[in-house]
């Protein structure tokens, strides 16, 4: 049974680019939530996906933005990256009220 | 608004030793609590949560956490260190009842001694 895989697992792109992040929920899950996690930090919740529609999103600008797919697979795009924007995000999938199943991130670099 | 606080952002203990990694929780509504480990290169893997049933809650690898009200406490503890627990943990709160987000803690890393 796979979990939940993200791709790419690195990734650097310079100041003002866009990127791309996907992630495939473990098998049986229909929703998805995005996180960023900043060196020596917790994690920071960006938005929730569920039955396509953002349900909930987090303190992140519009840069930020994201899809779900028919088959519950998304991604996350960022627009503009920043210097700041470098982290680990962390696609993390469940369903109904089940515990969040999170994936390894992708590592993201700006420079 | 929920928000929870990680007290001691290193712990270190020798093998065999008590683990106790504290969390102090602020929430509007009864809490949802969780405690997720992190190893490096690695996403969250959930050790245990709480859902307002039974106040202690025990969960993977020999690690529990009790929940106190009055002291607004989840205190995560494994009796006895093992190599193996040397890792970033995090504590994390959520609304529950329609508040999907977790909020996490700063997180604490664990060291164990030798």
């Known amino acids: 049974d796979a979990g939940v895989t993200q791709s790419p697992t690195h990734l650097i792109k310079t100041r003002g680019q866009q990127v791309t992040l996907r992630c495939s929920p473990k098998?049986?899950?229909?929703?998805v939530s995005w996180y960023q996690q900043a060196l020596g930090q917790g994690p920071q919740f960006i938005f929730q996906?569920?039955?396509?529609?953002?349900?909930q999103r987090g303190n992140f600008p519009d840069r930020f933005s994201g899809h779900q797919f028919p088959n519950y697979s998304s991604e996350l795009n960022v627009n503009a990256l920043l210097l700041g924007d470098s982290a680990l995000y962390l696609c993390?999938?469940?369903?109904?009220?089940?515990?969040?199943?999170f994936g390894n991130g992708t590592r993201l670099t700006v420079t | 608004a929920q928000s929870v606080t990680q007290l001691g952002s290193h712990v270190s203990v020798s093998e065999g030793a008590l683990v106790l990694l504290r969390c102090n929780y602020s929430?509007?509504?009864?809490?949802?609590l969780f405690w997720y480990v992190q190893y490096p290169n690695q996403g969250l893997q959930l050790l245990l949560k709480?859902?307002?049933?039974?106040?202690l809650v025990k969960g993977i690898n020999g690690f529990e956490a009790e929940f106190k009200k009055s002291e607004t406490s989840f205190h995560l503890t494994k009796p006895s260190a093992h190599m193996s627990d040397a890792a970033e943990y995090f504590c994390?709160?959520?609304?529950?009842?329609?508040?999907?987000?977790?909020?996490f803690g700063a997180g604490t890393t664990v060291t164990v001694r030798a």
């Open positions: 709480y859902t307002s049933a039974a106040t």
């Open positions: 098998s049986g899950h229909d929703t």
């Open positions: 996906y569920y039955e396509e529609e953002e349900r």
């Open positions: 993390a999938s469940s369903r109904f009220n089940s515990p969040l199943h």
């Open positions: 994390a709160v959520s609304g529950g009842r329609g508040d999907y987000k977790l909020s």
């Open positions: 929430s509007s509504v009864p809490p949802y």
